[in-house]
């Protein structure tokens, strides 16, 4: 309740308060509008509330922010103060009149203030008549005034050339610069003239009655078309009727303007038709126009004594008759290759008629061929579209091409297919293009110059499509200019001109050609290889097509040391690797390719690769006298090895000790029984168990008879090796072998001493009784015969002679037995009886031993007892 | 310079009697669609005869091509004042009867009466020309008509209607014999020449 009473009062005091006052003052004449220039003069009065304190002397003056000098000031009165501004020419301000009072100045009240001028008279009157309808009336008003202005349109009738006032037909109000009369107030009258008047609050200006007959203002409905129409039988024409509007002056001459157009044109044409508005129709014919061809009919009217037309009717469509086409198809083929059967695929396309104006709407084409020396083959196809494959055998064809329409056919296109297997004669010698700013031109050569009939053919290099081919017959000429546009830039176009020798195609002259070329989009990929020491042979592959943008001219190969300089080779084209030389060894380096075309060049990824520290002659050098040196000591090496003897006796020969001599103590069994063969025997007891148990080992006894012979041949052998003190492994595996065959097919155990060579010669006439002993021994055992025998087969007389001298080493020299390695075998107790007898020792050869050789045999604890358990 | 003021006045004749002739044509067709519009808004039949009104001019005249064309022009201007007053009527009349729910025949009206005021300060201008100011128009001013009952009324305004139609073609005639080099002469028009 309380905020209700409160609101009612700040209501009720702002109602009451001059919107303009703030204190209890006022300002007079409120928001005053002058005209521009003139002086201005307005008095603030102060209220009650302010005196006596304070009054008029008190009042100041400011225009909009800027105070009013003093001497513009006039006090009126102790409550009236007046200011007074001459020349104002502000548009509009605010003038403020304050009070200042001990330095504090309030705002009383302040009024806005504009300026502007009276009218100008307005002129350039012009009327327009909408037919029954509405009668609009437009002027220029002059300089803006900066006021509100009103209008006021005045149509009067004249007499006699003369305007009479009183005769007013009417008026009309508008605020803007046009006012317009509507239907019924749209008299009809030859003596009307117009008149407008502007005021404002600064004045009035009146132009004068502008005399304005309506029949020269008139503007009619358009007219409305009924039909266009063709004529049957009468090509070229169409006829056009239409009706006249319905609100027209009856029976006044018009005019009205046909305007037809044809779709393939841009441009109109016209004629015109005098008519009287008393015929409610109107008609005319179209004449010369174009065959088969659509036409847009429009209609306007216009009175013969007005200036206005009509709005265009709205407009009608009709074509005229069809004429069968008069020009051939543009035919062109594409002759696939034979297929291994013969037959070949013929793609035969052709251009739409672009003969203008056009005969009419094409509604297909007939396509006939026949093999050229068989008329009664012809075949004939019909396609609605522009292009065909035809399937035909190696013979050679007339192809015929002809469009038609509901009126007829075009004349035959034909072209002739050759046979698969003709060769026609090469007619054109050069051929070269080049582009100019907005053309592209081919030029060529011929060396016929009665041919006066070329096709150009011209498509993408990578288009596959025979129909995507474009082409273009050139008459009596040898050039042939196109527009750029006709060629997408970058890309490689394959161009052949073709001579055409009436319907024959002679052979083309082909080339390729970039209307436009960009550096490649890529460059190549460099491979290195594998370097060299001095060189490395870099090679790369070309850039695919799409991506060359151009006749790739070279390729220059770039390559750089680490932290050297940048090198670089540029090589043709056709060179697809290159081998930088003289290179730093044990240096990286970093390679890559760049592709040029005559647009610029691109560059491919680069690629690092080292060269070597050596090559391979460096390698050969250096190994070689190593090699060598190797050889040559390891020559010396076995030389001294087999040469060791002799230089021993040469350097160091034996002298006998004639105390050991055995030649008082004879015949064999003394000397078995001395002190030499105990020596050995005790020795062998001590040094080679293990050589019985690799015998034992290394024969499994199913093999152990099979074996025998070749096992007796080579301890033989063996024997006579180790008189030779020939230490080769070879040798050494088969004693391994044959010392227990030895030792069985010789069981018991026979003595035996090997000697040396020339200590044989030396002792071998003293040996040969115990040769003969012994072979009486050994033909006891039959093994050992048939060893005996089978050694004598022996085709190597070399190993024969090994026996007789194994029967020699059976005797031995005391002298000689500290060159000897003998070995006392124990003998088991099953032997045979014979063998049992026999003395319990044996002298053999001892095999290499090699310590901690893999798969040599060692023996073990348990063979050891069993063979001393005996 | 007698000549040349009568070649002037001639082409000024022929001026004023083409656009008077459009002018009648105009009113013509403006009327022969008013009637058809009072015809279906007033309820009445077409065909209906309606007798001579009083007041109203008649268009036919007997001997019309022995007219001087003084003589036209002032038959019409008397005519065109008397269907200015009587359409006036009309006008306020219908206004009485249907105000303004009826405002298509009321807009009718008010255009065809525009078009007749029109006309009749066109003939007054001829008049000048012809060296004869227009009389004074009180003679014009039909007679205050007699109380009439609503379809009295109706068929009153018909005629009405009816004869300034013909009154349109006879002054177009009127004016195309004007228009010809003799003004004034009698000379009939050629059947071409007629509305």
Redesign the interface.
């Known amino acids: 309740m309380f905020r209700c009473v409160i609101w009612v009062l700040v209501l009720l005091c702002s109602s009451t308060a001059d919107e303009n006052s703030i204190g209890d003052a006022d300002i007079f004449p409120s928001s005053p509008e002058i005209e521009r220039g003139s002086t201005l003069k307005l008095f603030c009065v102060l209220g009650k509330h302010y005196t006596p304190h304070r009054n008029a002397s008190h009042i100041i003056w400011k225009l909009n922010h800027e105070l009013i000098t003093q001497e513009n000031y006039n006090i009126v009165n102790e409550t009236v103060s007046s200011i007074t501004i001459h020349n104002f020419t502000y548009s509009k301000a605010h003038v403020k009149c304050f009070i200042k009072y001990l330095g504090e100045e309030q705002l009383l009240v302040h009024t806005e203030v504009k300026s502007g001028f009276p009218p100008d008279t307005p002129r350039n009157i012009s009327c327009i008549y909408y037919f029954?309808a509405e009668l609009t009336c437009t002027w220029t008003s002059g300089r803006e005034t900066n006021f509100r202005t009103n209008y006021t349109l005045y149509r009067k009738?004249m007499?006699?050339g003369r305007v009479i006032l009183a005769?007013t037909?009417g008026s009309c109000q508008s605020k803007t610069e046009s006012c317009s009369f509507y239907?019924?107030?749209?008299?009809?009258?030859?003596?009307?003239c117009f008149q407008v008047k502007a005021e404002n609050i600064l004045g009035e200006a009146s132009s004068g009655c502008v005399p304005i007959?309506m029949?020269k203002i008139e503007k009619f409905e358009p007219p409305e078309i009924l039909s266009v129409k063709k004529i049957t039988g009468i090509k070229q024409l169409l006829t056009v009727t239409w009706k006249m509007p319905e609100?027209?002056?009856?029976?006044?001459d018009l005019i009205c303007q046909v305007r037809y157009r044809n779709l393939y044109s841009n441009s109109s044409e016209f004629i015109t038709v005098p008519l009287n508005s008393a015929k409610k129709m109107g008609s005319c014919n179209l004449t010369g126009l174009w065959d088969s061809t659509e036409y847009s009919v429009a209609i306007r009217c216009i009175s013969v004594v007005s200036k206005f037309w009509s709005e265009w009717s709205r407009g009608k469509k009709a074509s005229t008759e069809e004429k069968a086409p008069s020009e051939r198809v543009d035919l062109w083929r594409v002759i696939e290759s034979s297929h291994p059967a013969g037959s070949r695929y013929v793609h035969l396309m052709w251009k739409p008629l672009n003969n203008f104006p056009p005969s009419g709407r094409i509604l297909g084409y007939k396509i006939q061929y026949f093999p050229e020396n068989n008329a009664a083959l012809k075949m004939t196809n019909i396609s609605s579209n522009e292009k065909v494959i035809l399937l035909l055998n190696e013979e050679a064809y007339i192809i015929s091409v002809t469009a038609y329409n509901s009126a007829g056919n075009s004349p035959e296109a034909v072209l002739r297919i050759p046979s698969a297997d003709e060769r026609s004669s090469q007619i054109i010698e050069t051929l070269r293009t080049f582009t100019t700013n907005e053309e592209v031109v081919v030029e060529w050569v011929a060396f016929e110059p009665e041919v006066n009939e070329y096709v150009v053919e011209w498509y993408e290099e990578l288009e596959t499509d025979p129909f995507s081919r474009s082409w273009q017959y050139v008459s009596n000429s040898t050039n042939w200019k196109t527009n750029k546009k006709n060629f997408k830039p970058f890309v490689c176009y394959n161009i052949s001109v073709y001579p055409l020798c009436g319907n024959k195609v002679a052979a083309p002259y082909s080339m390729q050609t970039y209307i436009q070329e960009k550096k490649p989009s890529e460059g190549p990929v460099a491979d290195t290889g594998i370097p060299g020491k001095n060189e490395v042979t870099i090679k790369w592959k070309e850039i695919s097509k799409d991506k060359r943008n151009g006749f790739i001219s070279n390729y220059t190969i770039f390559y750089k040391p680490e932290d050297g300089k940048e090198l670089n080779k540029t090589v043709n084209a056709d060179v697809l690797q290159y081998r930088l030389k003289s290179l730093q060894p044990n240096t990286q380096y970093t390679v890559y390719i760049m592709a040029s075309n005559e647009a610029g060049g691109t560059s491919g990824e680069p690629k690092t690769f080292k060269t070597l520290k050596f090559n391979k002659e460096d390698v050969i050098f250096i190994a070689l006298p190593v090699g060598l040196s190797m050889l040559v000591l390891l020559g010396l090496w076995i030389a001294c090895i087999l040469k060791k003897h002799a230089f021993k006796k040469a350097c160091w020969p034996d002298i006998p000790n004639p105390a050991e001599s055995i030649a008082v103590e004879w015949p064999l069994d003394a000397s078995v029984n001395n002190s030499f063969l105990k020596v050995v025997t005790t020795e062998a007891k001590t040094i080679d168990f293990e050589d019985v148990s690799v015998l034992e080992h290394c024969f499994p006894e199913d093999s152990q008879e099979g074996s025998l012979l070749m096992n007796c041949e080579n301890h033989i052998s063996a024997c006579t090796d180790i008189n030779t003190k020939s230490m080769i492994n070879r040798e050494k595996k088969i004693l391994y072998d044959t010392e227990i065959e030895v030792d069985k097919c010789f069981s018991p155990s026979i003595p035996y001493i090997i000697t040396d060579e020339d200590i044989r010669s030396q002792m071998h006439s003293t040996l040969i009784p115990v040769k003969e002993i012994q072979c009486i021994e050994m033909m006891e055992d039959g093994v050992c015969g048939s060893q005996h025998t089978s050694i004598k087969n022996e085709e190597n007389d070399h190993e024969v002679l090994k026996l007789e001298d194994l029967s020699e080493k059976a005797l031995f020299n005391p002298y000689l037995k500290n060159s000897v390695k003998t070995r006392e075998f124990l003998i088991s107790d099953n032997l045979p009886e014979h063998s049992k007898s026999e003395p319990k020792s044996q002298s053999t050869v001892l095999p290499p031993f090699h310590q901690n050789v893999a798969g040599q045999s060692y023996v073990t604890l348990d063979m050891f007892g069993l063979a001393t358990a005996h | 310079m007698a000549a040349a003021d009568s070649t002037s006045a001639t082409l000024r004749r022929r001026d004023l009697c083409s656009r008077g002739i459009r002018l009648a044509g105009k009113m013509r067709s403006d009327v022969v669609d008013l009637l058809d519009t009072y015809v279906e808004q007033q309820g009445l039949d077409a065909s209906a005869s309606v007798a001579a009104v009083e007041g109203v001019p008649v268009a036919a005249v007997e001997r019309w091509d022995e007219q001087t064309g003084t003589q036209r022009l002032l038959e019409n201007l008397a005519a065109y004042r008397a269907f200015r007053a009587l359409l006036a009527q009309m006008l306020e009349e219908q206004r009485e009867q249907l105000g303004e729910a009826d405002a298509t025949l009321g807009r009718a009206l008010a255009a065809v009466l525009l078009q007749v005021s029109a006309f009749t300060y066109h003939l007054e201008e001829l008049l000048r020309l012809e060296n004869r100011g227009p009389p004074g128009e009180e003679g014009a001013v039909p007679p205050a008509p007699p109380p009439l009952t609503l379809f009295e009324r109706k068929l009153r305004g018909l005629g009405v209607l009816r004869e300034l139609a013909q009154w349109a073609v006879r002054s177009a005639r009127d004016l195309r014999q004007l228009a010809k080099p003799s003004p004034g002469s009698g000379a009939a028009p050629s059947p071409a020449e007629s509305l």
């Open positions: 029954d009738m007499t006699e005769r037909m239907y019924p107030d749209t008299p009809y009258s030859s003596s009307f007959p029949e609100k027209i002056i009856p029976s006044q």
